[in-house]
């Protein structure tokens, strides 16, 4: 079985092949927590085009990304399914990286649109690439659990990592906001080609088993219309938008409604990914308990409870935010890992009906319900804040209290109760049977 396979290959190995998630998230941090800032504040663009931008860029990527699973499962060459699709990520990412995070003052709203659409791209085609290799690398149901949780560590470590620029660059830079930026911009044109090469060195690709038919019009429409997908790729939107909107505002909020300043705020961001790196082997443990779903369930309920919290949080008492933030950060794994890992138990489920395999497929569709998701978070959050005449400059204005504490606590708490909602009797233990069954065919 592929699973002991696994389990014999050298830690240094697996954390080889993981590095990619590192890059994966450091990148998605910096795209949809700072960027959206960078380009309203340093580079003074209108706030609600700044929204806008993200919004209808990432929802015409979203058109892409079938068409990029489709044809990673349909790809055979030496290198295998994913791998090239992997390699061609990278130069497209450190193009676009170079292009956004070293603009200067002065762009326009059309340069803003043009890089956007091709980082995403490039993103879609590393993170679908990358996601499906991963799930192949076991068979059973449990194992997987454990490989996406490596996975979830090493993305984890890349948010901390990046971050933990940002304050550092800050502090040198006080009088320039976008020096961080900058900073960041250029250890991912580092860090992508390198976490590439090391995914390639790390592990073999494993070769297709199943006889890779054609699937009619009908099939697809049936594999999208199963209950599982449906409710998967639902949750998986609903817990990106809930973090997606808190993330769109954090720093205005930090800085304006708490009064903190850019560092501060930036040290804040890198505690709750910190906290994240408890989060994973928590979540881990528990979902190996009571089942995946169920974990998703009780981060999402802990999630909205904490986001409460965050909406009636005092001024500049940085010790009980650090507290709230970082307790928030134990649940930050349960956006990317367990959609991920209960996917991978409804990819074999499909091959065992359909007899084809559409991992990656699959993958897009959650991959398009979190661009969806992030972009509409940083859209609808920005569009409110132009509507109220918002300005960065002056965050801190008493007017824009109720509106930035709705933002950063109110609304991600109902999004993520009804993720609560969404997983309910969720059909987990049927969905593993057949993964056992497929594994033993």
Excluded at 3 to 11: D, G, L, M
Excluded at 113 to 124: H, I, Q, T
Excluded at 172 to 192: E, F, I, N, T
Excluded at 388 to 396: K, L, Q, S, T, V
């Amino acid at each position: 079985m592929m699973h002991e396979k696994i389990e014999t290959v050298a830690a240094s190995r697996l954390a080889g092949f993981c590095a990619t998630a590192l890059a994966i998230q450091a990148f998605a941090t910096l795209i949809t927590v700072f960027l959206p800032e960078f380009y309203a504040n340093a580079m003074a663009l209108p706030v609600a085009a700044v929204g806008t931008a993200f919004m209808t860029v990432r929802v015409l990527d979203l058109l892409i990304d079938p068409v990029l699973g489709g044809m990673m499962d349909a790809t055979r060459s030496r290198l295998g399914r994913y791998r090239p699709w992997l390699v061609a990520s990278a130069p497209i990412l450190m193009l676009s990286t170079y292009a956004l995070f070293q603009a200067e003052r002065g762009v326009g709203m059309t340069y803003l649109w043009s890089w956007l659409f091709v980082a995403f791209l490039g993103f879609s085609m590393i993170v679908l690439s990358h996601l499906a290799w991963t799930a192949t690398l076991s068979s059973d149901s449990e194992g997987r659990t454990r490989i996406f949780a490596w996975w979830q560590i090493f993305a984890t470590a890349g948010q901390f990592s990046i971050l933990a620029i940002l304050p550092l660059v800050a502090r040198a830079y006080p009088d320039d906001p976008a020096a961080g930026m900058r900073a960041a911009g250029w250890v991912m044109m580092l860090l992508v080609p390198g976490a590439i090469i090391m995914a390639l060195w790390a592990v073999p690709e494993k070769r297709v088993s199943v006889e890779q038919g054609r699937m009619s019009i009908g099939d697809y429409v049936a594999l999208f219309r199963q209950g599982p997908v449906v409710r998967l790729v639902l949750a998986d939107l609903l817990i990106a938008l809930s973090t997606g909107v808190a993330n769109a505002v954090a720093l205005f909020f930090y800085m304006g409604q708490l009064g903190f300043d850019r560092a501060t705020a930036s040290t804040l961001i890198l505690i709750a990914y910190a906290a994240a790196f408890a989060g994973t082997p928590l979540f881990a443990k528990l979902a190996g308990r009571i089942g995946k779903a169920r974990a998703l369930q009780a981060g999402a309920f802990l999630q909205a409870v904490l986001q409460l919290g965050m909406a009636i949080q005092p001024p500049q008492f940085f010790w009980l935010t650090a507290a709230n933030v970082g307790a928030l950060g134990l649940c930050i794994p349960i956006a990317w890992f367990l959609p991920r890992a209960l996917m991978a138990d409804v990819a074999d489920a499909s091959r065992a009906r359909f007899g084809v395999d559409r991992t990656g497929l699959l993958y897009a569709t959650l991959n398009g319900s979190m661009k969806l998701a992030l972009g509409l978070a940083v859209g609808l959050a920005f569009l409110l804040l132009g509507w109220y005449e918002f300005d960065p400059a002056h965050a801190g204005d008493p007017r824009n209290a109720g509106l930035l504490r709705a933002l950063i606590g109110v609304v991600p708490a109902l999004f993520s109760l009804c993720v609560v909602l969404c997983m309910l009797r969720y059909p987990e233990e049927r969905l593993r049977e057949v993964s056992r069954m497929t594994a033993l065919a």
